[in-house]
């Protein structure tokens, strides 16, 4: 197998296309079978340093790039805020150049800041790749690929199928990057929020938009929920807590209409009881586990195509 | 200091062009006509001699952040694109809200490559709270007050401020923005900012504010300045209110005609400015109000920030652009317009709102102080950051190739640009 240099980073969905999904889409199918090996390790990236700088606190995400890393026989580094000179000052160009000179080829940036991870591949010299792993409300482009990767694995494909996202689309890095996938492999997109949950503007976003969920769930093949910040009260976008599962949340009287195909997705954290019902969360429906387990095999995927060059068993 | 004469140039004034020799003496402007002489000579051959630029609008940091600018280095990059004459906004640190700050400002003007007037802040700190001392400041020389940075949000002080400086003679001018409505907005609230995931402001949030000081106009018979308007709401309420005879003006920057929200997609802070980039209707809306008269003047909102400042993220970083050394140029290359109708732009109109027509602006006629620059219409140049006189570099025009371009400006009569160099 060979990868072809094609991206040097992974920034955005908008930058891949359909034709850079599916590549990577596919080559997960190989890390999915990595990771099932008894010794799942493969050699590709040895030799080579990931670095994770992550000023936004982050378990999942961090983990999972650091699991995928080390399968591939890479050597990783983390970087966190609370334990970092960003405390005592130090600039994001500063700390991107420092780590950079002692001799790294990949950074895994998260940052609470729309673009941070453009503007660092735009410092860093030839031979780093920058990683999106999630930037603001802009994209979080490895949560779309698992996504897409888990739809494929259960339901063969996304042309042609109906796909509800379900929520806080505003403030939400997620649906950015799964509207744009999603909508690039085929499927059509229903984006479902109160008005103030909503981008100011959708002009130029392939989706439709409803605020019925009751009306949406009959029609659709996924229900994907976005998790609600408390917070969001006190901005006035919503009631209440209470106000808002009662029209956007997926209850157990709401899950048992659902077809048995429908599958439910959520990138999690989940506030069980708010977006999620416990019973949605742990029903046969519910593929969020798979999500994380394909989180690993995305991200070795990713990985493997902009550093990629050893063999892979 | 001996005669000098300009010569060879096309004069461009307030009442019209002629081809004329000017001779200057002793700061004045000595004659005005065919084949002059004087002991020493400036070519003006194939350039228009104009009054000197009047920006109404100028931050020059000083006091407080002397690493993105000075007085001494913002009066060279004002000479530098023909301005003889900037108002300092009161937005430094401290700020100019109190005699003392108002001297300091003034006096290291008078040693400076223009003739810098200080704005000073309709309250205390540009909190918004209690009244600046504006009698007092008035008679220290200061024509104009703003809170500049800030809009003032009460009603009732806005209110008050207006019906108090109307008896003084002064120009009250607004950043109008009501912050419950742009709070947390790093850029134009729409197609972009959706796009981006940048918090955005909405364009009502100038609006309302613009809406409210014309209802404010109406109430006092005060007269008021909008500062820096950027949307076509605001433009179309202040050609109603001209209409309706209120006694208000209104100036645009250059970069509201030249860039939109677009530019924020780079997420490169030297495009984050307030009020933000905003739509194409936005920018069409500026030019035509450049054009029929709702809009009295261009100003540069000249901000300059150091380079660590505008490398911050996105939405951490300040807002604010350069402008005093590329306006001229941007107006003779963007706006569609005759050489005439830009220079009472930037230049005759101004003058009259900053309170200045006596010495900047006007006609170059006889007797009056010598502040004029001289322009090469035809020139095209690059901008380059690292050559701009500012100390600062967040200029978003880099690279980008203009027409027109300042060749000298004299002050009271003294070069301080000669063939695109300071003199000082």
Known sequence: ??????????????????????????????????????????????????????????????????????????????????????????????????????????????????????????????RVSVINAGDGWHEHPTQALLDCYTIRQHRGGLEGMRIAIVGDVKHSRVARSDV?????????????????????????????????????????????????????????????????????????????????????????????????????????????????????????????????????S | MSALVIKGGRVLDASGERVADVVIDDGRIAAVGADLSAPDVIDAGGCVVAPGLVDLHTHLRQPGREEAETIESGSRAAALGGFTCVVAMPNTEPAIDCAAVVREVLALGRVSSCDVRASAAITVGRAGERLTGMAELAGLGVRLFTDDGNGVQDDRLMRRAMEYSSGLGVVLAQHCENEALSAGGHMHEGEWSSRLGIPGQPAESEELMVMRDIALARLTGATIHFQHLS????????????AGGLPVSAEATTHHFTLTHAECASYDPVFKVNPPLRTAADVAAVKAGLGDGALDAIATDHAPHEPERKELPFDEAPPGMLGLETALALALTELDAPLAQVLALLSWQPAAIAGVAAEHGGDLAVGRPANLCVIDTSATWTVDPARLASRARNTPYAGRTLTGRVRHTLLRGEPVVLDGEPTR
């Not at chain 1, 392939?206 to 659709?220: A, F, Y």
């Open chain 2, 231 to 242: 949307t076509a709401g605001s433009i179309a309420m202040v050609r109603a209110a001209k």
């Open chain 1, 1 to 126: 197998m060979t990868a072809t240099r094609l991206h040097r980073h992974i920034l955005s969905v908008a930058d891949l296309g359909r034709d850079g999904l599916e590549e990577l889409l596919k080559l997960t199918d190989t890390f999915v079978e990595v990771s099932a090996r008894a010794i799942p390790k493969a050699p590709a990236l040895r030799g080579k340093t990931v670095v994770s700088l992550f000023y936004e606190d982050s378990t999942r995400t961090r983990l999972s790039f650091e699991t995928a890393a080390k399968r591939l026989s890479a050597d990783t580094m983390t970087f966190s805020v609370s334990s970092s000179s960003v405390k005592k000052g130090e600039s994001v160009r500063d700390t991107v150049e420092t780590i950079e000179a002692m001799g790294i080829d990949a950074l895994v940036v998260r940052h609470g800041s729309a673009g941070v991870p453009l503007r660092v591949a735009g410092w860093v010299h030839d």
């Open chain 1, 180 to 312: 744009l996938a999603y909508t690039a492999l085929g499927a059509e997109v229903v984006l479902v929020a109160p008005p103030t949950l909503l981008p100011p503007s959708l002009e130029g976003w392939p989706v439709t938009v409803s605020h019925d969920l009751d009306g949406v769930l009959g029609s659709v093949d996924v229900v994907g929920l976005l998790r609600m910040q408390t917070e969001r009260t006190t901005e006035a976008l919503i009631p209440s807590l209470r106000e808002y599962t009662a029209g956007y949340g997926l209850t157990r009287a709401r899950l048992d209409r659902l077809d048995d195909k429908v599958l439910v997705m959520h990138p999690g954290p989940m506030n069980r009881g708010v977006e999620i019902s416990a019973d949605a969360a742990t029903s046969d429906r519910a593929v969020i586990l798979d999500q994380v387990r394909n989180g690993v095999a995305v991200r070795m995927a990713v990985l493997y195509l902009l550093l990629g060059t050893g063999a892979l």
